[in-house]
């Protein structure tokens, strides 16, 4: 909303949108509200992205084309490493216990 003061002496503003020409108020504050909504748009887009990094079939927001389907690849191998991690880590806890309870098998 933009005002322009038509007669600044006895308060008299026009507004641009609406042509309405009325007494200027000192208890009403007028603010300009479109850096604000350009900000909150911004802020729309980037939780849109957000959003869509949520689903594995969408790509990236900064990406180059033909990346789709890049969260579902990265969470496969994700899962993939720590499945090897934890199993390999199972495996050590199962062989130290087994030697542990039958010394026999490393000649003690």
């Known amino acids: 909303m933009e005002i322009v003061k038509v007669c600044p002496e006895i308060h008299v503003v026009m507004d641009i949108d609406s ?10 504050l007028v603010v300009d509200l479109h850096p604000v909504e350009e900000q909150i748009n911004k802020l729309a887009y980037f ?6 990094s ?23 191998f994700q899962g993939m490493f720590f ?7 199972i495996l050590v ?3 130290i ?12």
Do not use: C, H, Q
């Open 54 to 76: 949520l689903d594995p079939r969408n790509a990236p927001m900064k990406s180059y084309k033909g990346r789709d389907g890049t969260y579902k690849t990265g969470g496969l």
């Open 97 to 108: 216990l087994t030697i542990k309870m039958n010394l026999s098998l490393i000649g003690l």
């Open 93 to 95: 806890l199962v062989t």
């Open 83 to 89: 499945g090897f991690w934890v199993t390999m880590s």
């Open 19 to 28: 042509g309405l020409i009325a007494e200027m108020r000192k208890d009403i």
């Open 47 to 52: 939780a849109k992205a957000l959003e869509n």
